[in-house]
């Protein structure tokens, strides 16, 4: 895919500490995100090296290492074995033990968390362009390493500010901890955020003497639908419909079971439409997370699932009658146009990012209405599935560019 540009770089650096710390996991939308561009700059024809954090230092890994890493992350190979002081890092959980022993085994170069800029100035070439995709590893210590590198240039990608701006939503001391990442994403040489809506709000957030920011907006992927990686007991025989992303509490879920719960008192069992939840638990939900377990997880209207592949959730997605997105705040919204271009119509809040990115492909309703919500769901279960209007399909078709232009356009700018 390789674009040769007078910029080019003779080298790139992009970070994979939070793919690494997925293991296990399925991945978010962020994750996908530095999957995407690790895949597309292992293909292009600038050498690419990778950087992650693991237990007792850091790793550097070469072309190998990291085609050895997207192995594992694609399911191709399994992850190894973990000894020593990977078996020993209690916080970790098993599998990304594993993970972290295996870039170790993997890498190129190894050091402690004092030898870091030593391995970077040593091994990476002039003007290499270090790549932060995942907002993980963006700490002080790794900048002033990066920094090292002779005539080295830094670009960092910012997805959002809501930790920032909806502080009520986070876990305890992640607004901290936000906060200290982006005033070192302040220092980089260039930021790349996915939307017009994040662009203002990094403005504001970090002020006067902030580097340039450009919007680029994200890749939507066009994943095939796998009918046979679908669990048992799914699709349902009846009109469905699916929420996808992580139970956490900006993504509204609670307004979803509002609505079912209103729904069943008013429509016979066999016309009652059925919500999977498309996504694993997260935190700061223990009232929704609740209404959940009441429901053992497979209730006979509502149904959660976590874990599921690409392909599974294409085939559910597909075969949905909406995708419903009553997110409280985004910064750019990734399953919604994921679902418009398998031909999914998506209902989505009425924030500004999303008309933004979404335009006049997806059905906008307040977050807080409930009757509306209810409505439209009620309506739209009450007929056979319809695919997009052709005419918005289109639109879906021309707005959301896949990965391979997104990353053309990102080989012009690093």
């Not at 970790?92 to 870091?116: C, M, N, T, V």
């Not at 009846?238 to 729904?263: C, Q, S």
Request: glycine share 10%.
């Amino acid at each position: 895919m390789g674009i040769t540009t007078n910029n080019t770089p003779p080298a790139r650096l992009l970070d994979v500490t939070r793919l690494t710390s997925r293991a296990g996991r399925g991945l978010t939308g962020v994750d996908r995100v530095e999957a995407a561009y690790l895949s597309a700059l292992l293909d292009d024809g600038v050498p690419l090296f990778g950087l992650a954090r693991v237990a007792p230092g850091y790793v550097l890994m070469d072309q190998a290492g990291l085609l050895a890493l997207r192995g594992r992350l694609c399911g191709e190979a399994p992850w190894g074995r973990a000894r020593g002081a990977f078996a020993l890092a209690r916080r970790l959980s098993r599998d990304q033990q594993r993970a972290q022993a295996d870039l170790w085994r993997h890498g190129w170069a190894r050091s402690s968390r004092w030898g870091l800029g030593a391995m970077l100035r040593r091994l990476l070439p002039r003007g290499t362009t270090y790549l932060n995709v995942g907002h993980s590893n963006l700490s002080a210590r790794v900048m002033r390493a990066v920094r090292q590198v002779p005539a080295v240039r830094i670009c960092v990608f910012l997805h959002d500010t809501i930790p920032l701006d909806y502080p009520q939503f986070q876990r305890d001391g992640s607004v901290a901890r936000f906060r200290r990442m982006l005033d070192v994403a302040g220092g980089a040489d260039l930021i790349l955020c996915n939307s017009g809506g994040t662009r203002d709000r990094l403005r504001v957030h970090l002020g006067p003497g902030a580097p340039g920011i450009r919007v680029l907006g994200l890749g939507v992927a066009r994943p095939v639908p796998r009918p046979d990686e679908v669990p048992a007991g799914l699709p349902p025989d009846r009109p469905y419909f699916v929420v996808t992303g992580t139970i956490e509490p900006r993504k509204n879920h609670a307004l979803l079971l509002d609505v079912w719960a209103a729904l069943e008192s008013e429509v016979p069992a066999a016309k009652m439409p059925v919500l999977v939840i498309c996504g694993a638990r997260g935190w700061r939900n223990e009232a929704v997370l609740a209404r959940l377990d009441q429901l053992g997880g497979s209730g006979a209207n509502i149904i959660e699932v976590a874990g599921l592949s690409d392909g599974a959730l294409a085939a559910l997605t597909q075969g949905a009658h909406a995708s419903l997105f009553p997110s409280l705040a985004e910064g750019f919204g990734l399953p919604p146009a994921e679902a418009a271009v398998l031909g999914t119509q998506p209902i989505c809040s009425d924030l500004p990012v999303l008309r933004e990115v979404l335009g006049p492909v997806a059905v906008y309703l307040a977050p807080q209405d409930r009757a509306a919500w209810q409505r439209v769901i009620r309506d739209l279960s009450d007929r056979d599935r319809r695919p997009l209007d052709p005419e918005i399909a289109a639109e879906a078709e021309q707005r959301f560019a896949p990965w391979d232009a997104h990353i053309n356009i990102l080989l012009t700018i690093i």
